[in-house]
Nanobody
């Protein structure tokens, strides 16, 4: 079955950096687009970034453009999210997700999430 296991979250000061990882198994990783979502306390889950099956297409929400970078290693079945210049507003549980096709647009599986807290 599909398994998505996130890691790399934690507590970081404003302006700091974190790299999230997502180890994927149970499906042919390089056949599917992958995405990152986040959910802040009291808010709905929101899409953050997406990457197509071979990494040729990337998409970010405006609030993270220029600060976050999504990437993937298809040889290792791992998805990454490099987060720089973190702000308090980035505090959330971050979820790795598998899309239904090669290009993002229909999410079908989520991981269990990893907490990111940005605070001084």
């Amino acid at each position: 079955q599909v398994q998505l296991v996130e890691s790399g979250g934690g507590l970081v000061q404003p302006g700091g950096s974190l790299r999230l990882s997502c180890a994927a198994s149970g499906f042919t990783f390089n056949n599917y687009a992958m995405t990152w979502y986040r959910q802040a306390p009291g808010k709905e889950r929101e899409f953050v970034a997406g990457i197509s099956y071979l990494g040729g297409r990337l998409y970010y929400i405006d609030s993270v453009k220029g600060r976050f970078a999504i990437s993937r290693d298809n040889a290792k079945n791992v998805l990454y999210l490099q987060m720089n210049s973190l702000k308090a507003d980035d505090t959330a549980v971050y979820y790795c997700a598998k899309e239904a096709e090669k290009i993002f647009g229909r999410t079908e599986y989520w991981g269990q999430g990893t907490q990111v807290t940005v605070s001084s």
